[in-house]
């Protein structure tokens, strides 16, 4: 069973659609991360939450964590958002060591 | 600041080969970690790293090891290369636990 579930695997879109990407967890957690990989690329955080809402440009992060439920927000869709989003989770009382990580959705913005 | 510096970015090797990847970073950051990533899995934990002398094992250490002798090295050794082993590879750092990441470039290992 996997701790952290993110949906959907895949994505497709229109520029300029409004998309969301849905991250849950099992465990109770001290803080959430959402990072961004590009194609052949390296790893970028977008945010890191432990709770309320975070905005950075177009890019939008909620943490409800009663619901143990992440979303992650893009307005404006563009092609340079195609990418593998990954969510990651610091369970209560862990080391760094146990992160625990989705095993992220894949966006491909279409112009 | 350069950020997290890690090298090589492509390596193939033959089984039975070692070899060492290195990661370093400017950010006085107490918290580093190695990952692999492969096809369908996700990023596994490899070894982490709480500060300098201090390491611990990861999700899935068989056939690595690492060291900390200073707070901005935190280099990643292959003993004997296996073809389980071929991966893509990020070495990760943090100031506290739960605070951002910063990741390395990544590392494409192939081992035949």
């Known amino acids: 069973k996997n701790e952290v579930e993110q949906s959907p695997q895949n994505l497709t879109a229109q520029e300029g659609e409004f998309i969301t990407i849905n991250c849950s967890y099992s465990?109770?957690?001290?803080?959430l991360h959402w990072l961004q990989q590009h194609p052949g690329g390296g790893i970028v955080s977008l945010f890191m939450?432990?709770?309320g809402k975070k905005k950075h440009g177009r890019l939008i992060a909620t943490i409800n964590i009663q619901e143990k439920h992440s979303s992650l927000h893009i307005t404006a869709s563009h092609p340079r958002d195609s990418a593998v989003y990954i969510c990651?989770?610091?369970?209560?009382?862990?080391?760094?060591?146990?992160?625990?990580f989705g095993k992220g959705t894949k966006l491909s913005v279409k112009p | 600041n350069a950020g997290v510096t890690q090298t090589p970015k492509f390596q193939v090797l033959k089984t039975g080969q070692s070899m060492t990847l290195q990661c370093a970073q400017d950010?006085?950051?107490?918290?580093m970690s190695w990952y692999r990533q492969d096809p369908g899995m996700g990023l596994r934990l490899i070894h982490y790293?709480?500060?300098?002398?201090?390491?611990d094992q990861g999700e899935v250490p068989n056939g690595y090891n690492v060291s900390r002798s200073t707070t901005e090295d935190f280099p990643l050794r292959l003993l004997s290369a296996a073809p389980s082993q071929t991966s893509v590879y990020f070495c990760?750092?943090?100031?506290?636990?739960?605070?951002?990441?910063?990741f390395g470039s990544g590392t494409q290992l192939s081992v035949l």
């Open positions: 990760a750092s943090s100031l506290d636990r739960d605070e951002k990441l910063f």
């Open positions: 465990v109770g957690i001290s803080a």
């Open positions: 939450l432990s709770s």
């Open positions: 990651a989770v610091n369970p209560w009382g862990g080391s760094q060591g146990n992160l625990i």
């Open positions: 950010m006085n950051h107490e918290y």
């Open positions: 790293s709480v500060g300098a002398g201090i390491t």
